[in-house]
């Protein structure tokens, strides 16, 4: 069973098109992420939703969007996609852990690729 | 925001051990030291977390020095498939903010 599931995993797609990549987490975890990480192999935090209210937006441009329908669900949604958006995005859930922090679950990750 | 220094790669024989080091003097009280792997081709991966004291799980263990601003991630005998970018990172308990630095490749020579 898939902790962290994304789809699709690979989608090479026209500049200018809206795009969608759904995640979906059965861990029962209150707290979902998006990561972007680029061609450097930098891990960037995109979003993250706690309880259906997003709790952090970094500096992430408003073409990027996440919905999240429900607890287990977190979709980013890219419209206009733009050549600098080829990447690899991942989906993460976590929760807090008796041991302390936060153990965070990866998905294993979405390539966008904009031509 | 708490950060993190670790080289930017090591080199080991495989059956030997590895030591990771990481750097965080800025590291608060309430920060715990996580550390997490990323396969080629794969989402990173939990491995270890710890506090204080120092921890041992199947995977690796976690030394922390007594002053809490370095630790060190020890993979007792190296695997080919151990082979991976390693992340050292502060989390905050129950606070959902926490960057990754650029970690440290390891590659596991046969």
């Known amino acids: 069973d898939t902790a962290v599931s994304q789809t699709p995993k690979y989608l090479v797609t026209q500049m200018g098109n809206d795009k969608s990549i759904k995640c979906e987490q059965n861990l029962g975890h209150d707290t979902m992420y998006w990561y972007k990480q680029d061609s450097k192999k930098f891990l960037k935090i995109m979003f993250s939703?706690?309880?259906?209210?997003?709790?952090i937006n970094k500096t992430v441009p408003n073409r990027f969007s996440p919905k999240s329908p429900d607890k287990a669900h977190l979709n980013l949604h890219i419209n206009s996609l733009e050549l600098g958006d080829s990447a690899v995005y991942f989906c993460?859930?976590?929760?807090?852990?008796?041991?302390?922090?936060?153990?965070?679950?990866f998905g294993e990750g979405s390539w966008l690729t904009v031509v | 925001d708490a950060k993190t220094t670790q080289p930017n790669s090591m080199e080991s024989n495989e059956e030997e051990p590895v030591h990771l080091p990481c750097n965080h003097s800025?590291?608060?009280?309430?920060?715990?030291i996580h550390w997490y792997r990323q396969l080629p081709s794969q989402g990173p991966e939990y491995v270890i977390h710890?506090?204080?004291s120092n921890v041992n799980n199947r995977m690796a263990s976690l030394a922390i020095a007594e002053d809490r601003k370095s630790s060190t991630l020890i993979l007792h005998r190296a695997t080919l498939r151990d082979a991976a970018v390693y992340y050292c990172?502060?989390?905050?308990?129950?606070?959902?903010?926490?960057?990754f630095g650029s970690g440290t490749k390891l590659n596991v020579k046969p």
């Open positions: 800025t590291i608060s009280g309430t920060d715990y």
């Open positions: 939703y706690n309880n259906k209210e997003l709790i």
């Open positions: 990172i502060l989390i905050k308990y129950n606070f959902n903010k926490f960057y």
């Open positions: 993460a859930s976590s929760h807090p852990d008796r041991g302390g922090g936060n153990t965070i679950y």
């Open positions: 710890g506090l204080t």
